[in-house]
């Protein structure tokens, strides 16, 4: 199986300010396609996950802006240009190349 | 809008089986690919099962093979997960989600599997 690697796995930020979460695969993550099918997902306490990145750097549609991703063959990260209050929460790499899925351990953000 | 409702989780004895329904409304169910995938209390998530949008293709995680069987009903919009043998270890919240082609798009609220005796 693909192992997805992320760090930090706690982050505590200040509000206004940036973060970046850093994912890591155990192996290539460009499919036979051509594509690379690493995604990003936020899970706020309680809540279902909510995807926000896929294929890398593909903002979902109601997404704020201030959500990027980048990366490519097996290192990725998530920034967040100005953390807000909601943004709180676990975040989670996932790549959906080779099955099994697999997801990172999960980031838990945080305000200070 | 899109919207998957899971039902079926409860408390099970080891050993026993559960089916997981998810009723699915706001989309063109037959046209997408559907998933399960679970969360362990205070846990990460899991990968469960994949089905294709006619059924004729599925996969199943490693620790669920064998156990679990995913199905889906086009007509009903609908999609179940069998669960067999149930061990402590499946105690989850189970969520069906949506693959859009690239990876799942839209997820339930989930629900509650606990296998406790």
């Known amino acids: 199986d693909v192992v997805m690697t992320q760090s930090p796995l706690s982050l505590p930020v200040t509000l206004g300010q940036p973060a970046s979460i850093s994912c890591r695969s155990s192996?290539?993550?460009?499919?036979?396609?051509?594509?690379?099918?690493l995604n990003w997902f936020q899970q706020r306490p309680g809540q279902s996950p909510r995807r926000l990145i896929y294929?890398?750097?593909n903002r979902d549609s109601g997404v704020p802006d201030r959500f990027s991703g980048s990366g490519s063959g097996t290192d990725f990260t998530l920034k967040i240009s100005r953390v807000e209050a909601e943004d709180v929460g676990t975040y989670y790499c996932?790549?959906?190349?080779?099955?099994?899925?697999?997801f990172g351990q999960g980031t838990k953000v945080e305000i200070k | 809008q899109v919207q998957l409702v899971e039902s079926g989780g409860g408390l099970v004895k080891p050993g026993g089986s559960l089916r997981l329904s998810c009723a699915a409304s706001?989309?063109?169910?037959?046209?997408?690919?559907m998933n399960w995938a679970r969360q362990a209390p205070g846990k990460g998530l899991e990968w469960v099962s994949y089905?294709?949008?006619?059924?004729?293709?599925?996969y199943y995680a490693d620790s669920v093979k064998g156990r679990f069987t995913i199905s889906r009903d086009n007509a009903k919009n609908s999609l179940y997960l069998q669960m067999n043998s149930l061990r402590a270890e499946d105690t989850a919240v189970y969520y069906c989600?949506?693959?859009?082609?690239?990876?799942?798009?839209?997820w339930g609220q989930g629900t509650l599997v606990t296998v406790s005796s």
């Open positions: 706001g989309f063109t169910f037959s046209d997408f690919y």
């Open positions: 996932m790549q959906g190349t080779q099955w099994p899925w697999t």
């Open positions: 192996q290539s993550l460009v499919h036979n396609s051509g594509n690379t099918y």
């Open positions: 989600a949506r693959d859009d082609g690239s990876s799942t798009d839209y």
């Open positions: 294929r890398v750097s």
């Open positions: 089905i294709s949008s006619s059924g004729s293709a599925t």
